[in-house]
């Protein structure tokens, strides 16, 4: 079967597409025949061989038209499950051999599927810039470079870096060096947005994989055709801190268990998919602080905003900074609060909770971007793609998996497996989107327990 298409979809379009293929051929076979039989003397022998030499020439052409035109998904989605990852193992297999050291390893991690894969980051954040940059050279992409204009701009970016994340500046330096630019030059703006990002989507063909496993392909008439883009919950019973997401979307992605160990960092643990070096979709790090993502694009909060008068850091690239530097919800409100966060491309919240119990849903403001916290007292939080901003009434009235989550949170969760259950209620298993991976982190033993939804029996327990 087909990865991205489940409920044996690939062999159900294969057979189909067989059928209409060989149909295709009989008709225009049939109509070639019986042309040229009134055309003539058809039983002649020369009549005959002109005959079959036009069916023959006729068939070829419908069989490829028909190949073509009858070509399904099924048949790219193997081939980018195949090629995805090529280019990018050569390229990082010389970046490593450069530099001398492994500082960034992937490998298998389901052992009938190529997605998702396990990758290890290992070094100092200067050895990290090192291969991206040598990735980056042989991929023919090339750090923006700060204009004249921006200068000023840059050098207070530098500034809100070198507080609160100096490990950036490292990176920058380490892809400086192997471009033979001056560090103080790259644009720090732009550095993950139009460097970082476009590198590592293009490198592992994101766009083929949109195209070729898109899930609305599954979807009946009669299922609306909405996407429902990831939910998060979290419990704190008996001195454990039960963590609850799904990562949910439209297609398949190039998606990496990803475990991040970078010099004067936390360790942490967790998924990513856009962005290989420089965010962390859901996580957690080795002081029990985990954050989780949702949508939150509806109406008045979509946003699609454009670089602020004041510094501030990409939406994506702070979710790694808070697993790499707070061990608690309150640091993580504290960096919050300090530092704009700029949302470029879509409007999203966070869950955030740490093992002392305390949790969180941030939120941004849809007027002026200020940040809105939900932390109110009480054993559970939930988070789908509703903004909470709109009060709890209109959350259980118009989202369906709020409504279904919130009594079995209400009743208590008490171990993973219970955790497992409230998932359950919201996970996306039919129509034009898929639940690509469900997972319960216990903030407490600090362990990551997953289930993906192609072999989503299987559980994959993680740790430190």
Known sequence: MTEAWPESRAEVVYTENMVALFVAFLAVASGVYWTAKRAGDWRSEEAHLKRCLAIIAVSIVAIAACAFVFRDRPWEAERVYREYDQEFRAYLAHANESIGKEVIKVERLSDRFTVPQKLT????????????????????????????????????????????????????????????????????????????????????KLKRFEEATDFSQLASDSEPFKNQHCSAASYFADNHHFVGLHFDHASDRPTFFTTQEVTGC?????????????????????????????????????????????????????????????????????????VRVWFPDESNHWLIADATGKAAVVEWSPSDHKLVVFDAPGPYKLMTNMACQEGEDSLVKNCFRYAAAKPLL?????????????????????????????????????????????EFERKYTFGF
């Open 121 to 204: 980051i290992h070094g100092t954040p200067h050895e990290i810039g090192l291969a991206i940059g040598h990735v980056a050279k042989q991929a023919g992409s090339r750090p923006p470079m700060v204009a004249a204009a921006n200068l000023e701009l840059n050098r207070k970016m530098a500034e809100v870096y070198q507080r609160i994340y100096p490990e950036q500046l490292e990176v920058v330096r380490g892809v400086a060096e192997v471009f033979e630019k001056p560090a103080e030059r790259i644009d720090l703006v732009g550095f993950e947005r139009d460097f970082t990002t476009p590198l590592w989507t293009n490198l592992l």
């Open 266 to 338: 936390y360790k942490a643990i967790g998924h990513t998919v856009y962005e290989l070096t420089g965010e962390l979709v859901d996580g957690m790090n080795e002081k029990g602080f985990a954050l989780c993502v949702a949508s939150n694009n509806d109406g008045k909060y979509c946003r699609r905003e454009p670089y602020p008068s004041e510094p501030a850091v990409v939406m994506w690239h702070m979710m790694q900074i808070l697993l790499h530097k707070c061990a608690t919800v309150d640091e993580a409100l504290s960096l919050l609060h300090d």
């Open 410 to 454: 209400e009743k208590g969760v008490h171990d993973s497996t219970e955790m497992f259950a409230v998932l359950e209620s919201m996970r996306i298993k039919r129509g034009p989107g898929r639940s690509l991976w469900t997972a319960v982190m216990d903030l407490n033993t600090k362990t990551m327990q997953v289930r993906y939804f192609k």
